[in-house]
Nanobody, 129 residues
Framework: QVQLVESGGGLVQAGGSLRLSCAAS????????LGWFRQAPGKEREFVAA????????YHTDSVKGRVTISRDNAKNTVYLQMNSLKPEDTAVYYC??????????????????????WGQGTQVTVSA
């Protein structure tokens, strides 16, 4: 079992920045693939970014590339999502998720929510125009 707790959401003006954190705990949590997804009202949950257990490689969805960076600190069992130049369309509940390290060998699965085994409760990000 892996427990995930997100923090860092809030209200920010367009063009501003936020850093989300997700603290992981539980068995071998540092070896899991960690990802961020988001869900806006009335929309499906969508992939934002994911990072390998080593932190050496990461994927970001095209809509956030250049503005958003995922990173992790395994010593703290924490994954971060640094979001800059925020836009109103970034408004959503952001979820942290964990998947088995073996999933990383199948890149086509990295962006699929159903491939992740554990989820946090979510943190709200609201970007005002």
């Amino acid at each position: 079992q892996v427990q995930l707790v997100e923090s860092g959401g809030g209200l920010v003006q367009a063009g501003g920045s936020l850093r989300l954190s997700c603290a992981a705990s539980g068995r071998s949590s540092s070896t899991y693939v960690l990802g961020w997804f988001r869900q806006a009202p009335g929309k499906e949950r969508e992939f934002v970014a994911a990072i390998a257990w080593s932190g050496s490689k990461a994927y970001h969805t095209d809509s956030v590339k250049g503005r958003v960076t995922i990173s992790r600190d395994n010593a703290k069992n924490t994954v971060y999502l640094q979001m800059n130049s925020l836009k109103p369309e970034d408004t959503a509940v952001y979820y942290c998720a964990a998947a088995s390290a073996s999933m990383w060998t199948r890149p086509e699965k990295i962006g699929r929510a159903e491939e992740y085994d554990y989820w946090g409760q979510g943190t709200q990000v609201t970007v005002s125009a």
